[in-house]
């Protein structure tokens, strides 16, 4: 009976200390998501599925992407399948215009393929942070292979009050033939775009530039924006590494929230190019601009960073949500 009652005890406390686990883990529900978990709760939630054995799935599971969460673990802030503009979801890579083979390629709105994980190259997990890399193949509908990609999220607690640090790394590689990476600001790069239930009247941007205009400046080292979600209010930093290519556009200024950076170039056959974005996450207000300059020095180097930037602060425009194009 002792002992019974020694076991029934013993695997009680290792339940619980899964439940109370300081520092990171990270928690494969295999074939569908990756759960990046920090002192117990889900903070971000990679969807890797790909699966075409109905029509509505092949939809729902034609590109990986990271959901974050909100601070109590319980649901994404970050958007999925559905909604306004479907292809928008969470932390997101692609490109309207894929230039592969004398033809172009939509692998943004997904008309022209899907991207497919393949399997994990790297998984790991401490007190301090928690990192994985997802191979993936960007494949046309007649089967041929545009990309290579090892993706790398590599999730943080955030500095200065902030709740997350997540870094994004992309390595594309054309491996089969050179590749141009082609569209605009609103239809390709690396983006951002929160739940399809914000509160299109309160979403703000903020520029890190004096009498800002984003639909003409380049290289924006970082854009935030703060959105509202069921009364509560977030805030989000997207950052661009100094290696990234130059002479980039940015599309944020969207009342539906998605935004980010459109890098272009073009990929030598055998050749690779890396992307690399720090997203800084907040439950409340847009930090301080120094906060944020700080958190970027960190990030891109504090020669890269310069000082602290003067900005402006803009509500978003409606238009493109009330016309609803197919695509944005």
């Known amino acids: 009976m002792t002992k019974t009652w020694l076991g029934v005890l013993c695997a009680a406390l290792l339940t619980a200390g899964s439940v109370r686990a300081a520092g990171f883990e990270l928690k494969d529900t295999a074939g569908q998501h990756l759960d990046v978990l920090l002192d117990g709760r ?30 109590e673990g319980k649901a994404p802030i970050t958007k999925g399948p559905g909604g306004l503009y479907t ?3 969470g932390i997101f890579v692609g490109w309207t215009k894929l230039g592969f083979g004398g033809k172009s390629y939509d692998l943004w709105g997904m008309g022209a393929g899907r991207i497919e994980h393949q399997k994990f190259l790297d998984q790991k997990a401490g007190d301090d942070q928690a ?12 089967g041929q292979r545009v990309l290579v990609e090892e993706r790398t999220h590599t999730v943080r607690r955030g500095p200065g009050g902030m709740r997350l640090a997540i870094d994004f790394t992309s390595k594309l ?5 050179e590749v141009q990476l082609k ?5 390709a790069g690396v983006h951002y775009r929160p739940a399809d239930e ?20 380049l290289d924006y080292p970082w854009v935030g924006e703060s959105y509202t979600l069921h009364d509560k209010r977030y805030s989000v930093v997207q950052m661009s590494h100094g290696d990234n290519p130059g002479d980039a556009r940015w599309s944020a200024y969207r009342d539906y929230g998605r935004f980010g950076e459109f890098p272009t170039g073009a990929i030598a056959k055998g050749e690779s190019l890396t992307l690399k974005y720090r997203f800084l996450i907040a439950d409340g ?5 120094e906060q944020i300059h700080k958190a970027y020095a960190q990030f891109a180097g504090a020669s890269a960073a310069g000082e602290v930037p003067k900005t402006t602060v803009r509500p978003a425009e409606g238009a493109a949500a009330k016309k609803a194009p197919k695509k944005k």
């Open 87 to 89: 292809h928008h979801r």
């Open 183 to 187: 569209g605009d600001p609103e239809h």
């Open 42 to 71: 889900i903070v971000a939630r990679y969807m890797y599925a790909s699966d075409t054995s109905t029509k509505e799935r092949a939809h729902e599971t034609y590109k990986p992407y990271l959901h974050v969460f909100d601070a």
């Open 198 to 217: 914000v509160d299109r009247t309160k979403t703000t941007y903020v520029y890190p530039k004096e009498n800002a205009k984003p639909h003409a400046d």
């Open 131 to 142: 990192t994985f890399t997802s191979l993936t193949h960007w494949i046309t509908r007649d």
């Open 285 to 289: 207000e847009m930090p301080s601009v």
């Open 173 to 177: 590689q054309a491996a089969d033939g």
